[in-house]
């Protein structure tokens, strides 16, 4: 039932491109085809970026892209733009419950 | 398009119990292809999930809540609460209410604006 693992912080410059991991279990991540990312900016509620790994809401730029290897998924923002810069969490499903990572924060220098 | 607020104390003593609604407005909670959720975030920290309920009143919990956490659903009024008992400071936190969908898929969209929740004697 622990927190997925993510970085604490990433950083890239405008236009390139970063990519932000999240790390679960053959419980949860590994288990199923079921990880969420999502934007935050401070002191405003979370934003669903992409969901089921690889789909993106309508609205969301095809800039941001998920994937997902094993127990690890990832999420790519190419790029970059300075509006980006935000806290990124991933959740997964995990049978009877949901688990968030910790949240990593990204900068655009 | 669907909107969620949360409403309730923004200040509970310790040992007390948290309580919480959240308003559905733009479509009805009734509806058998949504579950909602509350989530919380303490200053400065990430995510938990607190638990969820379908329409049909099943509901899901963090297993290291689950002996504190009910979560209710009151269609009547198109509302779902979260009671917390014996709080302590460790749960204060921004709370969330958020909804989920049935069926092979899972995100959490929309969410409320989120209400801030202070243990403190």
């Known amino acids: 039932q622990s927190a997925l693992t993510q970085p604490r912080s990433v950083s890239g410059s405008p236009g390139q491109s970063v990519t932000i991991s999240c790390t679960g279990t053959?419980?949860?991540?590994?288990?199923?085809?079921?990880v969420s990312w999502y934007q935050q900016h401070p002191g405003k509620a979370p934003k669903l970026m992409v969901y089921?790994?690889?789909k993106r809401p309508s609205g969301v730029p095809d800039r941001f892209s998920g994937s997902k290897s094993g127990n690890t998924a990832s999420l790519t923002i190419s790029g970059l733009q300075a509006e980006d810069e935000s806290d990124y969490y991933c959740?997964?499903?995990?049978?009877?419950?949901?688990?968030f990572g910790g949240g990593t924060k990204l900068t655009v220098l | 398009q669907v909107q969620l607020e949360e409403t309730g104390p923004g200040l509970v003593k310790p040992s007390q119990t948290l309580s919480l609604t959240c308003t559905v407005s733009?479509?009805?909670?009734?509806?058998?292809?949504?579950?909602w959720s509350w989530i919380r975030q303490p200053a400065g920290k990430g995510l938990e999930w607190i638990g969820r309920?379908?329409?049909?009143?099943?509901?899901d919990y963090h297993p290291s809540l689950k002996s504190r956490v009910t979560i209710s659903v009151d269609t009547s009024r198109n509302q779902f609460s979260l009671k917390l008992s014996s709080v302590t400071a460790a749960d204060t936190a921004v709370y969330y209410c958020?909804?989920?969908?049935?069926?092979?898929?899972?995100?959490?969209?929309?969410w409320g604006q989120g209400t801030l929740v202070t243990v403190s004697s």
């Open positions: 958020a909804r989920g969908i049935v069926g092979p898929t899972h995100w959490f969209d929309p």
């Open positions: 733009g479509g009805s909670i009734s509806s058998g292809s949504y579950y």
């Open positions: 309920i379908y329409a049909s009143g099943g509901t």
């Open positions: 053959s419980s949860d991540v590994g288990a199923y085809n079921y």
């Open positions: 089921d790994v690889t």
């Open positions: 959740c997964s499903y995990a049978g009877s419950y949901s688990l």
